[in-house]
């Protein structure tokens, strides 16, 4: 089960930070990803972290987003900088279905646990 939260209204410039509470044995062993989804528009993915911690980003995020993991507390985190109005998104986090992946996917169809998603929306 995953837990998705710390969306909301921001304008363009500012700065969120999501967190994803996952409740899963093992979760240290799993890749985590973060994707999301416009109005419309296909989901995309966004960041992805290894169990080896080797992250991985699209070049529409790269500098701005970054991903992180708390084994301990089994969550991850993006924080999002200098957001900008096609960010606006329900964002979601997943799990990686096969552990020990070496390099993080960033193919949608290799996470088969998703939260519930939190709404990013940025004002321009």
């Known amino acids: 089960q995953l837990q998705a939260s710390g969306g909301g209204l921001v304008q363009a410039g500012g700065s969120l930070r999501l967190s994803c509470a996952a409740s899963?044995?093992?979760?240290?062993?799993?890749?985590m990803g973060w994707f999301r989804q416009a109005p419309g528009k296909e989901r995309e993915f966004v960041a992805a972290?290894?169990?080896?911690?080797?992250?991985d980003y699209p070049s529409s995020v790269k500098g701005r987003f970054t991903i992180s993991r708390n084994n301990a507390k089994t969550a991850v985190y993006l924080q999002m900088n200098s957001l900008k109005p096609e960010d606006t998104a329900v964002y979601y986090c997943?799990?990686?279905?096969?552990?020990?992946?070496?390099?993080?996917?960033?193919?949608?169809?290799?996470?088969?646990?998703w939260g519930q998603g939190t709404q990013v929306t940025v004002s321009s």
């Open positions: 972290i290894s169990y080896s911690l080797i992250t």
């Open positions: 997943a799990v990686d279905r096969s552990a020990f992946r070496q390099v993080p996917t960033t193919s949608e169809y290799d996470y088969n646990y």
């Open positions: 899963r044995r093992a979760f240290d062993t799993f890749a």
